[in-house]
């Protein structure tokens, strides 16, 4: 662990992104994703979205975590600016299947294979996620509908999570992404933490490491909501930061001019 840990014995890093799931603070926005898994797990799409920095991608790892493995099967994918074909690539390494053509419809056929036959033996639940979704290009975005068709559109094996930025919005209002945004059956959009969660957040980050008291004073909180403008990367930067420069002067309680010394860090 890094020296400021030591002085204020932190037992592990308290502002860090390793932390396991059964110890994320539940956050508001957290349980508006998983409410909303719940809703698209008998099939459909679920688009989340939220600015840089805003925990979609955590709040996708806590949701996924709160279903039991033996009924639901993940596949967690990372968007790229990729062809539609090195995207199918993907679902397939996912799924460890060896893909032997370059045929977009041969990849498919063996995805779609696969799927039914997880959906037949060991009766799982699957739901695709693809994380940074708004980095996918338009045609992955015009034929992506395709994967969650199964004999003529009758039923549903899997169901798609796309997570991503704002304009991921926008590139579902494209003509040709049309059969895919009416298969849309849920969205929702990560707000930022106010001032009150701040606390709470920055509190709980610190229990969890070991220390049960509130190191930051009431003025470094604001300064950190208002230095991250309530996105949880920033603010644990800003946190991070603030600690550190507390240790370097040897303040047991962390100040706003250390939050302020912290933000030069990140400018």
Same mark, same amino acid.
């Given at each position: 662990?890094?020296?400021?840990?030591?002085?204020?014995?932190?037992?592990?890093?308290?502002?860090?992104?390793? #932390?396991?799931?059964?110890?994320?603070?539940?956050?508001?926005?957290?349980?508006?994703?998983?409410?909303?898994?719940?809703?698209?797990?008998?099939?459909?799409?679920?688009? #989340?979205?939220?600015?840089? &920095? /805003?925990?979609?991608?955590? *709040?996708?790892?806590?949701?996924?975590?709160?279903?039991?493995?033996?009924?639901?099967?993940?596949?967690?994918?990372?968007?790229?600016?990729? *062809?539609?074909?090195?995207?199918?690539?993907?679902?397939?390494?996912?799924?460890?299947?060896?893909?032997?053509?370059?045929?977009?419809? +041969?990849?498919?056929? +063996?995805?779609?294979?696969?799927? !039914?036959?997880?959906?037949?033996?060991?009766?799982?639940?699957?739901?695709?996620?693809?994380?940074? *979704?708004?980095?996918? !290009?338009?045609?992955?975005?015009?034929?992506?509908?395709?994967?969650?068709?199964?004999?003529?559109? /009758?039923?549903?094996?899997?169901?798609?999570?796309?997570? &991503?930025?704002?304009?991921?919005?926008?590139?579902?209002? @494209?003509?040709?992404?049309?059969?895919?945004? /009416? !298969?849309?059956?849920?969205?929702?959009?990560?707000?930022?933490?106010?001032?009150?969660?701040?606390?709470?957040?920055?509190? %709980? %980050?610190?229990?969890?490491?070991?220390?049960?008291?509130?190191?930051?004073?009431?003025?470094?909180?604001?300064? #950190? @909501?208002?230095? /991250?403008?309530? #996105?949880? !990367?920033?603010?644990?930067?800003?946190?991070?930061?603030?600690?550190?420069?507390?240790?370097?002067?040897?303040?047991?309680?962390? *100040?706003?001019?250390?939050?302020?010394?912290?933000?030069?860090?990140?400018?």
């Amino acid at each position: 662990m890094n020296p400021y840990c030591a002085f204020f014995g932190f037992k592990s890093e308290p502002f860090t992104s390793e #932390i396991s799931s059964k110890n994320l603070l539940k956050l508001p926005s957290m349980v508006s994703v998983k409410e909303r898994f719940d809703y698209v797990m008998s099939g459909g799409v679920l688009v #989340i979205t939220g600015e840089v &920095g /805003s925990g979609k991608s955590t *709040s996708l790892r806590w949701s996924q975590n709160q279903f039991h493995p033996s009924q639901h099967l993940f596949l967690n994918i990372t968007a790229t600016g990729g *062809s539609l074909i090195e995207f199918y690539r993907q679902l397939c390494w996912d799924l460890e299947i060896v893909v032997q053509t370059g045929s977009r419809a +041969g990849i498919l056929k +063996g995805f779609k294979s696969t799927i !039914r036959e997880i959906a037949a033996t060991k009766k799982q639940k699957i739901t695709v996620v693809v994380d940074e *979704s708004h980095l996918l !290009r338009i045609e992955v975005f015009a034929e992506l509908h395709t994967l969650t068709q199964f004999d003529n559109d /009758s039923k549903n094996l899997f169901s798609l999570v796309l997570a &991503g930025q704002p304009n991921l919005i926008e590139k579902l209002t @494209y003509r040709s992404s049309a059969p895919l945004a /009416s !298969r849309v059956v849920a969205r929702t959009h990560l707000s930022h933490l106010n001032q009150d969660q701040m606390a709470v957040y920055l509190e %709980h %980050h610190l229990t969890i490491a070991g220390i049960k008291k509130q190191l930051f004073s009431d003025q470094a909180i604001t300064a #950190i @909501y208002q230095g /991250s403008a309530g #996105i949880l !990367r920033k603010a644990n930067f800003l946190a991070r930061g603030g600690l550190v420069a507390a240790a370097t002067e040897k303040e047991q309680v962390v *100040s706003p001019d250390h939050i302020r010394l912290a933000s030069t860090k990140l400018l």
